[in-house]
């Protein structure tokens, strides 16, 4: 049986137990430990001095490189697409930085900006499908979306092929020439709004349907890449349509039409649970101005090739991703000569690819070598 004198003797010994490490502690052991401590605190304060240096020098490296990028940039992307047209779509929070950055690359490379098509998130709002349908006119595409017919009208007022492109037959993707598609890649017509002038065939050309200069439907109109004045009036009646039910903002005059364009991405992945949804609408625009022009490129900062962005769905969607170009990076140097030479690459080559820090196919595509023909 424990006692009494046992709890004396236990709690005396606990509290010698401890003077002696107090002496202990405040004696030699303290010197050990705080040398041990001084040691490696001058070990960590070298290598952060270490850090420190290298992360300068790659600070000042950068800089020297993207000053290197800007001074050559001219040079790069100079004449790359002289005569070309190109049209920009920017999407709901696409960076605007981006965007005339974008337009002032393109005309360092001699390429005709017709103007700037803003989609606003009305455009993917469930509750507006039914307006939005009704903004895009009379037109007929067989077993389609409203996104899908919406997509097509927008299309036919912004681009259209040029008789320039790299393929006679196919354009990007292999979508045939003859009228811009939809989803499905069915023709798509439209009947002009009464009152709306209407194309006649040019006498002497053939009255074959084709793509329309300004990217209107496709009339008979010869394939000459000069704007005739009917079409983009009925070009400029559907941006009047658009806008006016709030999916669109318009700078300049996107109605004159062009032969490439360039869609600009939404910075960062897309928030609510109707990301898939959204991104989904995005990339069926995308694949329908791709059809109906000469190549489409979109471009946007890293950010947006996170989960839920833009470029990610487009990377990760096959059959978008075989005919639209994506760059990321675009807001740098870098990634601005990336989305010329992608116009490039699709223009003349048909091609697409997934360029920039991300992409799979590096920062830069190959640009087509010069052909030149041999007299004799």
Do not use: C
């Amino acid at each position: 049986m424990i006692d009494f004198r046992y709890h004396v003797v236990s709690i005396i010994a606990v509290f010698l137990a401890l003077s002696v490490g107090l002496v202990l502690g405040s004696s030699f052991l303290a010197d050990i430990v705080s040398k041990d401590l001084d040691g490696q605190i001058r070990n960590l304060s070298r290598t952060a001095d270490g850090l420190r240096h290298d992360l300068s020098s790659a600070r000042t490296e950068n800089d020297q490189l993207n000053s290197f990028i800007n001074e050559s940039k001219p040079q790069l992307v100079k004449d790359l697409l002289k005569g070309r047209s190109v049209v920009l779509v920017t999407l709901p929070g696409a960076d605007s930085d981006i965007t005339d950055a974008t337009t002032q690359t393109l005309q360092q490379s001699g390429a005709t900006v017709t103007g700037t098509v803003a989609v606003k998130s009305a455009w993917t709002d469930p509750a507006k499908e039914s307006t939005l349908l009704t903004a895009s006119g009379e037109y007929s595409v067989s077993g389609q979306t409203s996104y899908d017919r919406a997509a097509a009208a927008l299309a036919q007022a912004l681009v259209h092929k040029s008789s320039t492109a790299g393929s006679s037959s196919t354009g990007t993707g292999g979508t045939p020439n003859p009228t811009a598609t939809g989803e499905a890649g069915a023709p798509v017509t439209e009947t002009p709004p009464t009152g709306s002038p209407t194309t006649t065939p040019a006498t002497g050309h053939t009255t074959t349907p084709t793509a329309p200069a300004s990217g209107a439907p496709g009339t008979g109109a010869p394939t000459t890449g000069a704007p005739n004045t009917s079409a983009t009036e009925q070009a400029a009646a559907v941006l009047t349509r658009f806008k006016s039910a709030g999916f669109v903002d318009v700078k300049g005059n996107p109605e004159k039409g062009a032969t490439l364009a360039v869609v600009i991405a939404p910075s960062g992945p897309l928030q609510g649970n109707d990301a898939g949804r959204t991104n989904q609408i995005y990339l069926g625009l995308s694949r329908t101005l791709d059809a109906a022009d000469d190549g489409t490129v979109m471009a946007g900062d890293t950010t947006a090739t996170q989960d839920g962005g833009t470029l990610a769905a487009l990377r990760r969607d096959d059959r978008t991703a075989k005919v639209v170009s994506s760059v990321d990076g675009a807001d740098t140097n870098q990634g601005q000569v990336s989305v010329d030479w992608a116009l490039v690459v699709e223009s003349k080559e048909g091609k697409s690819g997934q360029y920039g820090l991300t992409g799979a196919d590096g920062w830069l595509p190959k640009l087509p070598e010069e052909k030149t023909e041999k007299t004799s």
